[in-house]
């Protein structure tokens, strides 16, 4: 009786904790490219850290790769935020 009601706890513990874990994280940010001069506001799934630093730092190397260059992070928000900046952020909606 004992292992099963462990067994259960362990089972209830970890399904609390998926809804958590699930939660999206995203950012929404400003990027320019030189030569012609090109600005962009876009809307990024964040995968590491949910904070502006972490956001900042996942942007920039994906932008890079690109050929972008990160100007600043706006904000970091979760699921909640996303249809909100859908329109906003038109074809970098998500993109990178």
């Not at 995203?26 to 904070?51: E, F, S, W």
């Not at 932008?63 to 972008?68: M, N, R, S």
Request: hydrophobic share 50%.
């Amino acid at each position: 009786m004992k292992h099963i009601t462990l067994s259960l706890l362990a089972a209830v513990l970890i399904g609390l904790a998926v809804p958590v874990s699930a939660a999206g994280c995203y950012a929404d940010y400003k990027a320019k490219q030189d030569n012609p001069l090109r600005l962009h506001y876009g809307v990024a799934q964040i995968t590491g850290a949910c904070d502006a630093g972490a956001a900042r730092a996942e942007l920039a190397r994906r932008l890079a790769a690109q050929g972008w260059t990160l100007l600043n992070v706006l904000s970091v928000f979760g699921d909640d935020g996303l249809a909100q900046r859908k329109d906003s952020a038109g074809q970098f909606y998500l993109r990178f």
